[in-house]
C-alpha cells in the first residue's frame, strides 16, 4: 500500500514545475533540493548490503523479532544520511547528520525496537526524531508513530525524508520532546533517542499502565545504560540493558541539571 507523512506544522502547497531555463538557479539556491532527491533512490546495491547488514550486524547480535529484521531490510537508511555519506549507510556505526547529531548505528536502531516488545498495534512516541530512521523502522511495527524533534532544521528535513517515503502512521512535530504529546497521550511505548540523566517525569506520566520507555539514561556528556522503564501500578521498574553512546538530551532537559 502507498503511503504518505501526516505532519502538523507544514501546510501542502501545490507545486508548479520548474522552467529549464530556471532549473540551474534552483540548483544553485536550494542544493539540499538536489541532495534529498537523490537519496530517495533505491538501487539492487544498496537492497543488497541492507540484507548483509541485517544479517552480520543485528540477528548475528540477537535480534530476532522477524517484523523488526523485515523493517531493517525495508527502509533505506542512505534516505536518511547527507549524500556524501551514502556509501557508508550500512556501515555498523553512527553517522552524522548536521546540527551536532547523528543517526544511530543500525544495531541500537533494532535493539531499542527490540525491547519495547511491540505487539503490532502499538502507539508510540519518539522523543528526537533525528533522520527519521528510527520513526521509519518504528512505523514498520507498531500502528502508528509520534516523533519531537527540537531541532527545527533536522525536524522539517525528517519530515521531508518520510513523506517521501510515504509513511501515513508517523506524525512529526518541532518541539522540546522533553514534555512529550500530551494531546495524543497515552501511548503504549516511548523511545528517547538522546542521553538524559533522569527519567522525564512528563514521558511517564504520558505511559499507559504497563507501557515501556526505552531510553539511554546516564551523564549526557560521558556515558550512559539503554535502559527499559516499564510502568508497573503507577510506579516505574528500571532494567539495564547494555552500556551506550547517545548525544544530550537540549532543552528542558539540560536545564534540569
Given at each position: 500500500m502507498r503511503k504518505r507523512i501526516i505532519f502538523d506544522y507544514i501546510r501542502q502547497q501545490d507545486a508548479k514545475p520548474l522552467k529549464r531555463a530556471g532549473l540551474l538557479l534552483f540548483i544553485l539556491i536550494f542544493p539540499m533540493a538536489e541532495v534529498i532527491a537523490q537519496s530517495r533512490i533505491d538501487t539492487p546495491e544498496f537492497r543488497a548490503r541492507r540484507k548483509d547488514m541485517v544479517q552480520a550486524q543485528i540477528v548475528a547480535r540477537?535480534?530476532?523479532d522477524p517484523r523488526i529484521l523485515d523493517a531493517m531490510t525495508a527502509v533505506p537508511r542512505h534516505a536518511f544520511v547527507p549524500n556524501?555519506?551514502?556509501r557508508?549507510?550500512?556501515?555498523?556505526?553512527?553517522?552524522?547528520?548536521?546540527?551536532s547529531q547523528t543517526i544511530s548505528q543500525p544495531y541500537i536502531v533494532a535493539l531499542m525496537t527490540n525491547i519495547l516488545n511491540l505487539s503490532g498495534?502499538?502507539?508510540?512516541?519518539?522523543?528526537?526524531?533525528?533522520?527519521?530512521?528510527q520513526a521509519a523502522v518504528l512505523a514498520r511495527v507498531a500502528r502508528d508513530v509520534h516523533t519531537v524533534e527540537i531541532k527545527e532544521k533536522?525536524?522539517?528535513?525528517?519530515?521531508?525524508?518520510?513523506?517521501?517515503l510515504e509513511f501515513d502512521n508517523i506524525q512529526t512535530r518541532c518541539g522540546d520532546g522533553y514534555f512529550g504529546w500530551?494531546?495524543?497521550a497515552p501511548f503504549d511505548a516511548i523511545m528517547i533517542t538522546a542521553a538524559v540523566d533522569h527519567i522525564p517525569p512528563p514521558l511517564i506520566k504520558q505511559l499507559k499502565e504497563g507501557g515501556r520507555l526505552a531510553l539511554p539514561l546516564g551523564n549526557p556528556f560521558v556515558f550512559q545504560n539503554l535502559v527499559l522503564v516499564t510502568k508497573v501500578n503507577q510506579d516505574i521498574k528500571v532494567e539495564n540493558i547494555t552500556g551506550v553512546l547517545f548525544v544530550p538530551m537540549t532543552g528542558q532537559a539540560l536545564k534540569r541539571r
Amino acid at each position: 500500500m502507498r503511503k504518505r507523512i501526516i505532519f502538523d506544522y507544514i501546510r501542502q502547497q501545490d507545486a508548479k514545475p520548474l522552467k529549464r531555463a530556471g532549473l540551474l538557479l534552483f540548483i544553485l539556491i536550494f542544493p539540499m533540493a538536489e541532495v534529498i532527491a537523490q537519496s530517495r533512490i533505491d538501487t539492487p546495491e544498496f537492497r543488497a548490503r541492507r540484507k548483509d547488514m541485517v544479517q552480520a550486524q543485528i540477528v548475528a547480535r540477537g535480534v530476532k523479532d522477524p517484523r523488526i529484521l523485515d523493517a531493517m531490510t525495508a527502509v533505506p537508511r542512505h534516505a536518511f544520511v547527507p549524500n556524501h555519506l551514502h556509501r557508508s549507510a550500512y556501515s555498523d556505526r553512527p553517522l552524522p547528520i548536521g546540527e551536532s547529531q547523528t543517526i544511530s548505528q543500525p544495531y541500537i536502531v533494532a535493539l531499542m525496537t527490540n525491547i519495547l516488545n511491540l505487539s503490532g498495534d502499538d502507539r508510540v512516541l519518539e522523543v528526537g526524531t533525528g533522520s527519521g530512521y528510527q520513526a521509519a523502522v518504528l512505523a514498520r511495527v507498531a500502528r502508528d508513530v509520534h516523533t519531537v524533534e527540537i531541532k527545527e532544521k533536522l525536524c522539517r528535513r525528517a519530515a521531508k525524508a518520510l513523506a517521501d517515503l510515504e509513511f501515513d502512521n508517523i506524525q512529526t512535530r518541532c518541539g522540546d520532546g522533553y514534555f512529550g504529546w500530551p494531546e495524543a497521550a497515552p501511548f503504549d511505548a516511548i523511545m528517547i533517542t538522546a542521553a538524559v540523566d533522569h527519567i522525564p517525569p512528563p514521558l511517564i506520566k504520558q505511559l499507559k499502565e504497563g507501557g515501556r520507555l526505552a531510553l539511554p539514561l546516564g551523564n549526557p556528556f560521558v556515558f550512559q545504560n539503554l535502559v527499559l522503564v516499564t510502568k508497573v501500578n503507577q510506579d516505574i521498574k528500571v532494567e539495564n540493558i547494555t552500556g551506550v553512546l547517545f548525544v544530550p538530551m537540549t532543552g528542558q532537559a539540560l536545564k534540569r541539571r
